[in-house]
């Protein structure tokens, strides 16, 4: 009787370390050799295998594989995946107070700049994305203008059609008197080609990546803007994690590890630039006046994601100062 009863207890024991078991979907939308997949996800998704002793598996979905890279931040609500990269600047009027961090000028590198901006944005995420569980958020390497002809200063993208990276650089154009031609960074290249655009922004090595460089010879040489990203997670796949699991996925969704995912691509992004000089590329550094009207140019900008924030009941002042003293403390600040 004592036998069987220790057969069954360990049965159960081995039926219930069976279910706790996961695999977890992470989707993005740019190719699997992009720098972001092999220094950052890839990384990632090993360290939870080996911290969870094998429970939890992390299946990567490259390439719009699950859904349009517009759609990633309503896949993870939605369970289409369990976890997605996603822009929140790809909905425009959506994330408000993410849209600071898109504002051009601000950041002056990846690595203390996604410090910053992971550390910022959780203090918001619950009232702009009460839907997800933030993982974490990063940002890229500051990129710029690549353009079919030369830009040197704000007024010359007035009667360009400019393809912007997320929604606050597309308000930036308009103000500028130019229009935006809505494309993914997959879709970047193909709009340029035909003549749909004469402008992207983009960071500098993914003009090569997508092939941009080959239909844009023209680029500003100037630390213009960045990108910001969310590591969104389905809370259902969260919540159901067993509690050590979950404290796994916690260990892993944090400040550094923001950092980490960020500093790779950084590197990668920033080579680009040498790759630029080495085609023959015409690179356009702006003089000391040329930067001050780009720096200029951003008063109207802050003043529409001012009133914006504000409308949402929340102290745009407050939020600004805050993210302005986080990317001081960590090195980031593009003064």
Known sequence: MRIITALAATAALCAGAAQADVTLRLAHWVPAQHAVQITGFEPWAESIREASEGRITIEIYPAQQLGAAADHFDMARDGIADIAYVNPGYQPGRFPIAGLAEVPLNFANATGGSRAFDEW?????????????????????????????????????????????????????????????????????????RGAADAT???????????????????????????????????????????????????????????????????????????????????????????????????PLMEAWSADVAATGADPEAIHTRLIELLRENGALNE
């Open 201 to 299: 922004f983009f960071p500098w090595d993914s003009i090569f990546l997508f092939g941009i460089d080959s239909v844009t010879k023209n680029h500003l040489d100037l630390p213009l803007y960045v990108t910001s990203f969310v590591m969104a997670m389905n809370r259902a796949s969260y919540d159901g994690l067993s509690p050590e699991d979950r404290q796994v996925m916690d260990d892993h969704c944090t400040t550094d590890w923001a950092e980490r995912m960020a500093e790779g691509w950084a590197v990668q992004e920033a080579s680009g630039r040498d790759k630029a000089i080495e085609a023959g590329h015409e690179l356009y550094a702006p003089t000391e006046q040329e930067t001050a009207e780009w720096r200029a140019s951003i008063a």
């Open 121 to 193: 944005y959780r203090a918001y995420v619950e009232a702009e994305m009460p839907d997800i569980h933030m993982c974490l958020g990063f940002v890229h390497d500051p990129g710029t203008l690549h353009s079919t002809r030369p830009i040197r200063v704000p007024g010359d993208l007035s009667g360009l059609n400019v393809r912007p990276a997320q929604a606050t650089v597309g308000r930036y154009v308009s103000l500028l008197g130019g229009a935006n031609v809505q494309a993914s960074a997959p879709d970047s290249r193909e709009i340029l080609a």
